[in-house]
C-alpha cells in the first residue's frame, strides 16, 4: 500500500492498545459465530451465513506473531 498522507497524521492517529482485548473478543464471537444478523432503522434486515468464513482483524498495530496490521482503525473482517 502506498499512503499519500503527511506524516503529522501519525501523531493524530496513534493506535491505542486498550482496543486489543476489544478486537479480540469480537474475533472470538465471529470465529464461533454461525449467523450474523444486522437490521436498521433505516430498514436494514441482513442475515448472514458465518459458518466456516475466515475471519482476521487487528488493533491498529503489529503483534510478535503478526505479519499484517490494520492501521488506524481497530477492526475485525469476515470474508465471505
Keep these: 500500500m502506498v499512503s499519500n498522507e503527511h506524516p503529522e497524521i501519525l501523531k493524530r492517529c496513534m493506535p491505542d492498545p486498550a482496543l486489543q482485548p476489544v478486537v479480540d473478543r469480537a474475533l472470538s464471537r465471529l470465529t464461533t459465530a454461525r449467523h450474523m444478523h444486522v437490521l436498521s432503522d433505516a430498514g436494514t434486515n441482513l442475515r448472514i451465513d458465518l459458518h466456516n468464513a475466515p475471519v482476521r482483524g487487528g ?16 477492526c475485525a473482517f469476515v470474508s465471505l
Excluded: E
Excluded at 59 to 74: S, T
Design 59 to 74: 488493533a491498529g498495530f503489529l503483534q510478535p506473531k503478526d505479519k499484517v496490521a490494520y492501521w488506524q482503525l481497530a
